[in-house]
């Protein structure tokens, strides 16, 4: 039987660990559940996407002026944006920056973008936009484009890229 007795040494490494456990008791028992999670699904929502419904177009023919004419204006087809998953009861703006950069120059040179004037109007005004419009799908705009200042008479066979920008923003009502 004396397999079953415990030396001295033996009893204070029972003794100790007895003792942790008692003390650690006092924070928490072993049973305790200490933790947790949750989790759920998200379906990330559907971004808002402004998109071109009808692109810009030019006619490229060229007409022939007559002796002492203005520089003429050349006039886009009807461009239209849609726009997709706004929300539900909001309204937005849409902002549109015409731009124009020469691509090719006429046989003397020296013609840059500030010798044309570049404007957007809605179709069936003269009205040129410049600041956020409220976004209507079925409004259509042209971009006008006009050879001006100390080069007009240059421009002659330049070739042009004509680019319509356009931004959509929240729109907002003022604070009464």
Do not use: C, H
Request: aromatic content about 6%.
């Amino acid at each position: 039987m004396k397999k079953w007795q415990l030396s001295k040494k033996k009893m204070l490494g029972f003794l100790t660990a007895g003792a942790i456990v008692v003390t650690m008791a006092g924070s928490y028992a072993v049973w305790d559940e200490l933790s947790t999670s949750t989790n759920t699904a998200l379906t990330i929502g559907k971004p808002i996407t402004l998109s071109v419904g009808t692109g810009i177009t030019y006619d490229n023919t060229a007409e022939a002026r007559d002796w002492g004419d203005t520089a003429p204006v050349y006039t886009s087809g009807e461009v239209t944006f849609s726009a997709t998953n706004i929300p539900s009861g909001e309204t937005a703006n849409l902002t549109l920056t015409p731009e124009v950069s020469v691509t090719t120059q006429p046989t003397g040179g020296g013609v840059t973008k500030d010798d044309f004037t570049v404007t957007v109007v809605e179709s069936g005004s003269d009205v040129a936009i410049k600041d956020a419009v409220p976004f209507d799908a079925s409004k259509k705009y042209k971009v006008k484009v006009q050879p001006t200042g100390a080069n007009a008479e240059k421009t002659a066979e330049t070739v042009l890229d004509v680019k319509l920008n356009a931004s959509l923003t929240k729109a907002t009502t003022p604070a009464s």
